[in-house]
């Protein structure tokens, strides 16, 4: 065994298991912050890391959080807080569920939530877009029919993963198919064959859930002026529009409709930015400490011997394809961000592929799958902290009722064991 490569990934190893293991000893995840958790591995990483000085193994990871795209993550969620906090104070949240509720029978709720996330995601390519645009209704949602706030959570970040994963604007998708040297619409179609059967059950199983909801209330009039921010909001992200632009015209909209309307006046604004700011930081904190200590780990050479492990033990097309998922899965879990895992390990996909005869399509949507499905079931991803942030629950509540990603592991698993080798057409 390479004994610095397990140091390097070591940091990993500590996390799970002080996580995992504090909250099997007090038998409750949502006392463990996992703040908490992350600092206290963050300071193991540092101690771990040789040849460098004290003030240079911070500098590393310094740098892992400073990334431009870590960076613009901190600044959508500071915007969404503030979106949020803006829109509840001046109706708009309220007034948007007031007209689903007026228009959509209770049972549907679940499943109306579900696609409309479905919906948004594709076309945007943007699953944190989708899940900031759409989390404050889902909130109001629980609130108005007594649902269960972990429930809808789940709901629309399993939505954002659903759009995400199949959308042609997804950075994931382009970085994948581009690695890959496959077509954008030959990847969407590998992908849609593994979706679609883990996408019918989990909106089944919306509908029954949906159907044991007691009576919801209908408003008799709902306020349909007050909705303006988010039919622009959505407008604009179906459109194409960059979220961050998006969300800081819906705060603009929030604040002249809010000062018209007599929602709120200037200082009451003032107070919502305030607030929106604050409760997205706990998750800025996360974020940075999240990527610092990926950074320190790639450093170390914990990535490098993470690959190295993994691709021992292939020996044909399909513990190839199983490799590619199990490697691609295992970074996301190491750098809660899948589109630096895809990055990392592109090439070593391509070769494997080439090596062992895995369709180069199926390589990308492997990639791009796996990685989606780790993504939404670790409590430290962007996405569940996302949805926690908004609902203030603990994010390994939210995890139990994640159906869908569960439902497209599986998929992907008999994908590989039972699925026929194919071969990309003009593919070399």
Same mark, same amino acid.
């Given at each position: 065994?390479?004994?610095?490569?397990?140091?390097?990934?070591?940091?990993?190893?500590?996390?799970?298991?002080?996580?995992?293991?504090?909250?099997?000893?007090?038998?409750?995840?949502?006392?463990?912050?996992? $703040?908490?958790?992350?600092?206290?591995?963050?300071?193991?990483? $540092?101690?771990?890391?040789?040849?460098?000085?004290?003030?240079?193994?911070?500098?590393?990871?310094?740098?892992?959080a400073g990334k431009t795209k870590v960076l613009f993550m901190i600044w959508?969620?500071?915007?969404?807080?503030?979106?949020?906090?803006? *829109?509840?104070?001046?109706?708009?949240?309220?007034?948007?569920?007031?007209?689903?509720?007026?228009?959509?029978?209770?049972?549907?709720?679940?499943?109306?939530?579900?696609?409309?996330?479905?919906?948004?995601?594709?076309?945007?390519?943007?699953?944190?877009?989708?899940?900031?645009?759409?989390?404050?209704?889902?909130?109001?949602?629980?609130? $108005?029919?007594?649902?269960?706030?972990?429930?809808?959570?789940?709901?629309?970040?399993?939505?954002?993963?659903?759009?995400?994963?199949?959308?042609?604007?997804?950075?994931?998708?382009?970085?994948?198919?581009?690695?890959?040297?496959?077509?954008?619409?030959?990847?969407?179609?590998?992908?849609?064959?593994?979706?679609?059967?883990?996408?019918?059950?989990?909106?089944?199983?919306?509908?029954?859930?949906?159907?044991?909801?007691?009576?919801?209330? $209908?408003?008799?009039?709902?306020?349909?002026?007050?909705?303006? +921010?988010?039919?622009?909001?959505?407008?604009?992200?179906?459109?194409?529009?960059?979220v961050l632009i998006t969300l800081l015209t819906g705060i603009a909209l929030?604040?002249?409709?809010?000062?018209?309307?007599?929602?709120?006046?200037?200082?009451?604004?003032?107070?919502?930015?305030?607030?929106?700011?604050?409760?997205?930081?706990?998750?800025?904190?996360?974020?940075?400490? *999240?990527?610092?200590?990926?950074?320190l780990i790639q450093h170390n050479g914990g990535m490098e011997w993470l690959?190295?492990?993994?691709?021992?033990?292939?020996?044909?097309?399909?513990?190839?394809?199983?490799?590619?998922?199990?490697?691609?899965?295992?970074?996301?879990?190491?750098?809660?961000?899948?589109?630096?895992?895809?990055?990392?390990?592109?090439?070593?996909?391509?070769?494997?592929?080439?090596?062992?005869?895995?369709? +180069?399509?199926?390589? *990308?949507?492997?990639?791009?799958?796996?990685?989606?499905?780790?993504?939404?079931?670790?409590?430290?991803?962007?996405?569940?902290?996302?949805?926690?942030?908004?609902?203030?629950?603990?994010?390994?509540?939210?995890? +139990?009722?994640?159906?869908?990603?569960?439902?497209?592991?599986? *998929?992907?698993?008999?994908?590989?064991?039972?699925?026929?080798?194919?071969?990309? +057409?003009?593919?070399?």
């Amino acid at each position: 065994m390479d004994k610095k490569g397990f140091i390097g990934i070591s940091p990993m190893i500590f996390f799970i298991v002080l996580y995992l293991g504090s909250a099997i000893i007090c038998g409750d995840f949502a006392k463990v912050p996992l $703040v908490s958790a992350f600092f206290i591995t963050s300071v193991y990483a $540092v101690a771990i890391t040789r040849g460098l000085s004290l003030p240079n193994r911070v500098r590393v990871y310094g740098r892992g959080a400073g990334k431009t795209k870590v960076l613009f993550m901190i600044w959508l969620f500071i915007a969404a807080g503030i979106f949020a906090s803006c *829109a509840e104070a001046m109706g708009s949240v309220q007034a948007t569920v007031d007209i689903i509720l007026h228009v959509l029978p209770g049972k549907f709720l679940y499943i109306g939530l579900f696609t409309a996330g479905c919906v948004l995601s594709m076309a945007t390519g943007s699953g944190i877009g989708s899940i900031v645009a759409l989390m404050p209704i889902a909130i109001e949602m629980a609130q $108005v029919s007594g649902g269960n706030y972990a429930l809808f959570s789940a709901i629309v970040v399993s939505s954002a993963m659903f759009g995400d994963n199949l959308s042609f604007i997804s950075d994931t998708t382009v970085i994948a198919t581009t690695s890959q040297g496959c077509e954008l619409k030959d990847k969407f179609r590998m992908n849609l064959k593994l979706v679609v059967i883990p996408a019918l059950i989990v909106v089944l199983l919306y509908f029954r859930l949906g159907s044991s909801m007691g009576d919801v209330p $209908v408003p008799e009039h709902p306020e349909y002026w007050k909705i303006l +921010p988010y039919i622009t909001l959505l407008t604009m992200a179906i459109c194409g529009v960059d979220v961050l632009i998006t969300l800081l015209t819906g705060i603009a909209l929030c604040a002249v409709e809010g000062f018209i309307l007599g929602s709120f006046n200037y200082f009451e604004f003032m107070t919502a930015i305030g607030d929106g700011i604050l409760d997205m930081g706990f998750l800025v904190m996360l974020i940075l400490m *999240a990527s610092g200590l990926a950074a320190l780990i790639q450093h170390n050479g914990g990535m490098e011997w993470l690959v190295k492990v993994c691709t021992k033990f292939v020996t044909g097309r399909r513990s190839a394809e199983a490799c590619i998922a199990v490697l691609t899965g295992l970074l996301t879990l190491c750098t809660s961000t899948n589109t630096i895992a895809i990055i990392t390990v592109g090439d070593i996909v391509r070769d494997l592929s080439k090596k062992y005869g895995v369709d +180069p399509r199926k390589a *990308a949507s492997l990639m791009d799958t796996s990685s989606c499905i780790v993504l939404e079931l670790i409590p430290y991803s962007s996405h569940i902290l996302a949805a926690a942030a908004f609902t203030g629950i603990a994010t390994t509540s939210i995890i +139990p009722y994640m159906y869908y990603p569960m439902l497209l592991g599986i *998929a992907v698993i008999i994908s590989i064991i039972f699925g026929r080798k194919t071969v990309a +057409p003009g593919i070399q």
